[in-house]
């Protein structure tokens, strides 16, 4: 028997290594070390750096960074054929500590959003992509089809999925910490 899924949803990953993944991640640490970090007052779930929307890339300079997103936009950008405009970044840092989790949630409006970890053990919470289809939750059997799909997170490991596309991430039950940076991006309609 063959088996057709017309409407997949394409979620993006890369992952750095060698020089490139110590000139980030060395970037990240050195501009990151005295930035305040603030307790999520909306979910109570887990410490942030910088907010939902403001651009933490270059609030603090990370031009290395910037780059290598950027590169990644064109890339997912030519996979799926759409037209490479300019974009607006919203863009902020997540720390989960021991017990902190992520609810299930989407970034709203956003065209893309994505994440990369930056400190991770790899057993500190995964992250979970849930159905976009709520029809699946309408029988036992649908319900089985529509399992979340979730990544371990890995050190230099970047994620990009369409915003609208539903996540969470398991509770870290370690007692290192987990740290983070999500992204929005925002293609400008009025180029396209």
Known sequence: MNIDRPFSTPIFYTQLENEKLFDIQEEIGKNLKDYNWTFNETWQT???AGSFDSDIISDINLD???????????IVCD???????????????????????AHKHNHGRSDLSGVYYFKTNGEDGNIKFHTPSIQTYSSIFNDYSAKP???????GK??????????????NINKDERISMSFNI?????II
Do not use: C
């Not at 290395?64 to 064109?74: E, G, V």
């Open 158 to 171: 970047m994620i990009i999925f369409p915003g609208y596309l539903e996540h969470s991430i398991g509770t």
């Open 149 to 155: 799909y979730s990544y371990k997170p890995e050190v």
């Open 46 to 48: 887990h410490w942030m």
């Open 186 to 190: 925002i293609f400008n309609k009025y």
């Open 79 to 101: 996979e799926i054929n759409f037209p490479y405009v300019e974009y607006k970044r919203q863009s902020w840092f997540t720390k989960l500590n021991q017990n902190n989790y």
């Open 64 to 74: 290395k960074f910037a780059d290598y997103l950027d590169k990644q936009i064109r």
